[in-house]
């Protein structure tokens, strides 16, 4: 089955650790993307990525880093320079670049600053 | 600016009760898409429907239809008897063509169908 993995679902992470969370699609997509998503919030732009080795940042960047060295790949560590990163975390993927591309999600991971 | 407000915050209904999620976009592009999503209980969101901007056409899919109205920048919508199944948080979304595949995302929309 075609599909977006995400690892873990559930991630706890001390102060000032940096942490990177999994995001694996075989749907042969060249894009993907990171999203945050908070309580009583729309879903936020972190990072996308349009082809190998190639990502920009999205609204809220700061304190995130992704690579992209796969197609199929595309994890992002959440680093201690982010104060608030207690959050859902959505990792999505298209087919091409174009606005009317629909994105589709994986089952999320949910870090927890302890 | 791009924007997408979904006033309604939170919506409870009676099983087979009729309900209207609503979605309001802001753009300036001439070309742009809207999108519905349905986000349940396990976080995944699901794709429901995709709408151009030159398509005012309504849609109906099942007991899902879709009302798009570019005169009020609106693009709900409604479940007809609605099931436990239905019970998510719903995301309406909004991507422009300058901006490429870059969405907005509205903050969603919590349905709690009641048996």
């Known amino acids: 089955d075609g599909g977006i993995t995400q690892s873990p679902k559930y991630l706890f992470r001390k102060e000032g650790q940096n942490v990177t969370l999994s995001c694996e699609q075989n749907?042969?997509?060249?894009?993907m993307y990171w999203y945050r998503q908070d309580p009583g919030q729309g879903l936020r732009l972190i990072y996308y990525?349009?082809?190998?080795?190639?990502?920009q940042k999205g609204d809220i960047a700061e304190g995130y880093s992704v690579s992209r060295e796969k197609k199929e790949s595309f994890p992002l560590t959440v680093t201690s320079a982010q104060k608030n990163p207690t959050a859902f975390y959505l990792c999505a993927s298209s087919a091409g670049t174009s606005s009317y591309n629909e994105q589709f999600f994986g089952p999320g991971t949910r870090l927890t600053v302890l | 600016a791009q924007k997408v407000t979904q006033a309604q915050t939170e919506i409870s209904v009676v099983e087979k009760e009729d309900v209207t999620l609503d979605c309001v976009y802001e753009?300036?592009?001439?070309?742009?898409?809207l999108f519905w999503y349905k986000q349940p209980p396990s976080g995944e969101l699901v794709f429901l429907i995709r709408?151009?901007?030159?398509?005012?056409q309504n849609e109906i899919s099942g007991r899902y239809s879709w009302n798009f109205q570019k005169s009020t920048s609106s693009f709900n919508f409604t479940i007809t008897a609605s099931q436990v199944v239905d019970s998510a948080v719903y995301f309406c979304?909004?991507?422009?063509?300058?901006?490429?595949?870059?969405?907005?995302f509205g903050p969603g929309t919590r349905l709690s169908v009641l048996p």
């Open positions: 753009t300036r592009d001439t070309t742009y898409y």
């Open positions: 979304a909004l991507s422009e063509a300058s901006y490429g595949q870059n969405f907005v």
């Open positions: 990525s349009q082809i190998v080795n190639d990502f």
């Open positions: 709408r151009n901007s030159f398509d005012e």
């Open positions: 749907l042969n997509h060249d894009a």
